[in-house]
């Protein structure tokens, strides 16, 4: 008789170890620890830094999760939020993440993951708090090699148009945009279910108005039967030239 390994295992408690210590942990258990580079928050910024012992988790001690799945560990809090942003520059060599959300956040890591699709997606954890004003913008030391030309996205990585998606074509419900720092590619957000992803995406740049066009398809043989759940997702577009100061989308 083969010995198969288990659909899911349990999480292990990872409170008063290193970070480094936890991420082996998390390996032998045959889960994932977070990967990319991670900055810690010091200063007012985040920045490399040596971490200090685990005190939160993404996922609770104890839980049962799927084989692989991935578990964060924060060292400053005993919770642990996913911080998102809407705006994004590069000033005097730093990267600047702006449109937070309008909690009170203590930070305390960012990761920054490797290009994918033509962007590097950032992750903001923290725990949010109250009794302080929320942060406005939020900067980060990048690492080498990045410049005002790095697209940058937040948390996962902008899907691939597929032009195979020919079935059920729809137009995508548009959640959010924006505009890369070097204005020569804009982030269209949106919302999608199980079955469709990206077939096609296209701008039009009107004196000061981009408008994005998002097309969604499903594989061929697609029966009109999918789950109910809906998705965030992205698409990163070129734009034709830079987008002029004072920009609007439509």
């Given at each position: 008789m083969i010995d198969l390994p288990p659909?899911?295992?349990?999480?292990?408690?990872?409170?008063g170890?290193?970070?480094?210590?936890?991420?082996?942990q998390l390996r032998t258990a045959g889960l994932r620890p977070e990967s990319g580079l991670r900055l810690e928050w010091r200063d007012g910024r985040f920045?490399?830094?040596?971490?200090?012992?685990?005190a939160s988790q993404s996922i609770k001690p104890g839980a049962r999760v799927s084989r692989g799945v991935t578990v964060t560990v924060g060292t400053t809090g005993p919770k642990l939020d996913v911080e998102t942003f809407g705006r994004i520059g590069f000033e005097r060599g730093r990267i600047a993440l702006g449109d937070l959300s309008r909690a009170c956040v203590r930070y305390d890591h960012a990761t920054i993951g490797p290009t994918r699709n033509g962007a590097r997606p950032i992750t903001l954890w923290g725990m949010r708090v109250k009794g302080c004003a929320p942060a406005r913008r939020v900067e980060l030391q990048p690492p080498a090699g990045w410049t005002i030309h790095t697209n940058a996205v937040p948390v996962v990585a902008p899907s691939r148009p597929d032009p195979k998606r020919t079935a059920d074509p729809r137009r995508a419900p548009r959640e959010g945009m924006?505009?890369?720092?070097?204005?020569?590619?804009?982030?269209?957000?949106f919302s999608r279910d199980a079955c469709h992803g990206v077939m096609k995406a296209s701008v039009t740049v009107r004196s000061r108005t981009i408008t994005p066009r998002v097309t969604l398809g499903a594989r061929p043989g697609y029966k009109g039967v999918c789950i109910a759940r809906l998705d965030h997702d992205s698409v990163l577009i070129r734009l034709p030239r830079p987008a002029p100061l004072g920009v609007k989308f439509s």
């Amino acid at each position: 008789m083969i010995d198969l390994p288990p659909p899911s295992v349990h999480v292990p408690d990872l409170r008063g170890l290193t970070v480094a210590e936890a991420s082996a942990q998390l390996r032998t258990a045959g889960l994932r620890p977070e990967s990319g580079l991670r900055l810690e928050w010091r200063d007012g910024r985040f920045r490399p830094a040596a971490a200090g012992r685990v005190a939160s988790q993404s996922i609770k001690p104890g839980a049962r999760v799927s084989r692989g799945v991935t578990v964060t560990v924060g060292t400053t809090g005993p919770k642990l939020d996913v911080e998102t942003f809407g705006r994004i520059g590069f000033e005097r060599g730093r990267i600047a993440l702006g449109d937070l959300s309008r909690a009170c956040v203590r930070y305390d890591h960012a990761t920054i993951g490797p290009t994918r699709n033509g962007a590097r997606p950032i992750t903001l954890w923290g725990m949010r708090v109250k009794g302080c004003a929320p942060a406005r913008r939020v900067e980060l030391q990048p690492p080498a090699g990045w410049t005002i030309h790095t697209n940058a996205v937040p948390v996962v990585a902008p899907s691939r148009p597929d032009p195979k998606r020919t079935a059920d074509p729809r137009r995508a419900p548009r959640e959010g945009m924006m505009l890369m720092p070097d204005r020569r590619s804009v982030l269209v957000q949106f919302s999608r279910d199980a079955c469709h992803g990206v077939m096609k995406a296209s701008v039009t740049v009107r004196s000061r108005t981009i408008t994005p066009r998002v097309t969604l398809g499903a594989r061929p043989g697609y029966k009109g039967v999918c789950i109910a759940r809906l998705d965030h997702d992205s698409v990163l577009i070129r734009l034709p030239r830079p987008a002029p100061l004072g920009v609007k989308f439509s």
